[in-house]
Every structure is written in structure tokens, then in C-alpha cells.
């Protein structure tokens, strides 16, 4: 286990195993001098990774109260398997579920907030650990997320079909023709030269069981958007080329959730918490940290509800400890 300090933020990592006995790449971010707000999971983008690409977002997070947990799916950054390889897009969210609730049932955090929050594939994921556990997270924080893979970026109907079917025979291989996704996710030309730098991305084009495993997750959750219940935000650049900004407007529109922000940004690409520019982000985080705020401040009925559904929580936990004890 490693640890070092930026600054007033502190920072922890360590690899864990998972059920599958993969070995997970983990870290923590939390403010050194006062009690954290709330608790923020991290998920992260296809191909990305949560120490170097998300580390700026979780600075943010900190600078702002809060306490931030990330963790390297298999097949991404620093963690086991295969670069850039998805074999089953739900061995992924459980492997998240069981990470990212173990941390919420510690007893120091029984009482604190828990908010999800991804970026594309990363929000793919919280939307898929929200229909898990639909009663357990208290928000989520959606930014560009893989509702439906935009147009620019599928092959055609026929190549479709034909990679499909060679992804049964040859699913390791990178062989999905689609453009660079650096060249188009990636706004900022300094954060493009970062990602491409980075040993921990996946530069490559995609594997046939990896897009085979993203086609079908966003299928899927077009399908579902109606079942989302939890208080969200979700964040969309209007100018877009990886994910649909017109499906989180229709998540939005969908979602049963009684607590709900659409934000859309004219002009802006689809990275909108690293790839964009530092203007641009500044906004987004600006309009993340209000929605935050109001998640977790005492001041609305809604929030004391929840919290004493917390408090609760917390008393029922230590009863059933002291009964075993």
C-alpha cells in the first residue's frame, strides 16, 4: 500500500482480488483536515483508468469535501487481465457493487452519503449499480453517459452482424473499425497528448468481445431508462461523437426519479470531467459541486429524510453487532 500528500488531499492505493481472483488496482482520495461530506465512487471511461486519468476529477471532488474511491476494472490501467479486453460487462459492475459497498458499510461510513459517479462507460456502470442495488446509492453523477453509442461511431448494420459473429472465434482481437477515439473524446490537444502517453489507457482499436460486451450494455439501458429511480445529473457536450446527448435527454425524460438536472453544453466534446478545456471544466464541476451540494446539505426535507433513513441504517447495523458479539 502507497500513500503520499498533494497539498491538503491525501491519497492511499492497493490492489485487492476480487471473486474471479483477478487483482484490482484501488485508490482513495479524502481531505487530510475535516470530516469528508460524502462518500464519491468513481467510474471510469472505457480504456481509461482512475489513478492518472481520473485523478484531477477526484482532486476536485476533495477540494470540495468530499471523500473519492476509484478502482481499475479488469482489463483496464492497472489491474489484471488483458488491455483494453471486456470478457463480461457484469463480472465488471459486481466486481464494482462488492468494492464500492464494502467501503459504504465500514462503520465510519454508515451515516455518509454515497454518490456514483462515471463518464461514459463509467456511467454505463453506475446506471447498471443503481439497477443492482435500486434502493442503495443516494445520487449519481452521470457525465456523457453510455446510454447509446452515437452513430459516428458504429460500423454498419452488416458489420455489425459479421464482427459479432467472429467475436465467438477471435474475441481478444482489435479488429472494430472505428475512428480514434482519443481524437474525438478528447477536446483539449494537451489532454489528448497525456491519454496517448499514459501505459495504463488502451490505445488500440477495440476488441471484438469488448464492443460486442459496450453494444449490448447500451442496448440494454436504452431499454431501461424508466427504471432509474435514484436523485441524478446528468452532463452531456452537445458536440458529442462517442455517446448520444439526445439519449440523456431521454433519460432524463424517462428516469422515475423524483429528484433530476439535465445539463447540455453547446459546443463541448464528450469528455466532460478530464478532455475538455479548462474553462469548460471549470463550468461543469461548477454545476456538479451545486447538485452536490444540495444532495448533501441539511437544509431541504428530502435530505432529512434520507439521512435519518441513514441514521437508521447505522442503528440497525450495530444492533445486529452487538447481538453477535
Known amino acids: 500500500m502507497e500513500n503520499s500528500d498533494i497539498k491538503e488531499i491525501k491519497y ?3 490492489f485487492i482480488e476480487n471473486s474471479r481472483g483477478v487483482k484490482l488496482f ?3 482520495w479524502w481531505p487530510e483536515n475535516h470530516e469528508a461530506k460524502a ?3 468513481l467510474c471510469h471511461g472505457y480504456a481509461m483508468d482512475c489513478s492518472i486519468s481520473m485523478r484531477d476529477c477526484a482532486s476536485r471532488l476533495v477540494e470540495d469535501g468530499y471523500e473519492v474511491h476509484g478502482i481499475d476494472c479488469e482489463g483496464h490501467g492497472k489491474s489484471s487481465g488483458l488491455q483494453g479486453l471486456i470478457p463480461n460487462f457484469d463480472h465488471l459492475v459486481d466486481d464494482l457493487s462488492q468494492h464500492f459497498t464494502n467501503i459504504s458499510e465500514m462503520k465510519e461510513n454508515r ?5 456514483i459517479m462515471g463518464e461514459s462507460m463509467g456511467g454505463a456502470m453506475a446506471l447498471k449499480l443503481h439497477m443492482k442495488k435500486p434502493d442503495y446509492w443516494d445520487g449519481a453523477v452521470l457525465v456523457a453517459p453510455m446510454c447509446k453509442i452515437a452513430d459516428e461511431m458504429k460500423p454498419n448494420p452488416l458489420a455489425i452482424l459479421s464482427l ?4 465467438r472465434f477471435l474475441p481478444t482481437w482489435p479488429l472494430t473499425p472505428t475512428p480514434d477515439i482519443v481524437d474525438v473524446a478528447f477536446r483539449d490537444p494537451n489532454v489528448r497528448d497525456e491519454v496517448r502517453s499514459n501505459p495504463y489507457t488502451y490505445k488500440g482499436r477495440p476488441r471484438l468481445q469488448t464492443s460486442e460486451q459496450l453494444y449490448n450494455v447500451s442496448l440494454d439501458l436504452e431499454k431501461r431508462l424508466e427504471e432509474v ?8 457536450g452537445e458536440d458529442d461523437k462517442v ?3 439526445s439519449v440523456s435527454k431521454l433519460l432524463y425524460e424517462s428516469a422515475c426519479s423524483a429528484n433530476k438536472t439535465l445539463k447540455l453544453y453547446p459546443d463541448m466534446w464528450h469528455s466532460l470531467s478530464y478532455g475538455e478545456l479548462p474553462e469548460n471544466l471549470d463550468l461543469v464541476f461548477s454545476d456538479v459541486f451545486r447538485w452536490l451540494e444540495n444532495r448533501v446539505s441539511g437544509s431541504n426535507p428530502e435530505f432529512e429524510a434520507q439521512q435519518k433513513l441513514a441514521n437508521d441504517r447505522n442503528l440497525n447495523n450495530n444492533s445486529a453487532e452487538n447481538k453477535t458479539s
Open 12 to 14: 492511499e492505493e492497493e
Open 26 to 28: 484501488t485508490c482513495k
Open 39 to 41: 462518500l464519491i465512487f
Open 111 to 115: 451515516t455518509k452519503r454515497r454518490i
Open 164 to 167: 459479432t459473429y467472429l467475436a
Open 229 to 236: 429511480s435514484l436523485p441524478f445529473i446528468v452532463l452531456h
Open 243 to 245: 455517446t448520444d446527448p
